[in-house]
């Protein structure tokens, strides 16, 4: 069983800057699609942003594209999302989450493992 745990939330003023880390238990982290989503309050979880399992590839939702950036370290097991300029409707949960797969195809790819998440709240 995967086990996914994201840390690095918390409150933020707008402008300001985080790093969220989810860290994975599984051996086969290297060799899967990992990804950010997030749920804000009264809304459906959304797509952040992607990244293949080697880590050349990296996809992003328009609301993040140059101000959010994925990465992942394959020897700690670890993917990360550096967040600068951060906007109040940034505020959410947001989660990590594995696929089984290795690229991010489309909004319907497949992820089968989500860590509980971690609570990011920017105000202005």
């Known amino acids: 069983q995967v086990q996914l745990v994201e840390s690095g939330g918390g409150p933020v003023q707008a402008g300001g800057s985080l790093r969220l880390s989810c860290a994975a238990s599984a051996r086969t982290f290297s060799s899967n699609l990992m990804g950010w989503f997030r749920q804000a309050p009264g809304k459906e979880r959304e797509f952040v942003a992607a990244?293949?399992?080697?880590?050349?590839?990296?996809t992003y939702a328009d609301s993040v594209k140059g101000r959010f950036t994925i990465s992942r370290d394959n020897a700690k097991n670890t993917v990360y999302l550096q967040m600068n300029s951060l906007k109040p409707e940034d505020t959410a949960v947001y989660y990590c989450a594995q696929s089984r797969l290795r690229y991010y195809i489309d909004a319907e790819t497949d992820f089968d493992f989500w860590g509980q998440g971690t609570q990011v709240t920017v105000s202005s």
């Open positions: 990244i293949s399992w080697k880590g050349y590839t990296t």
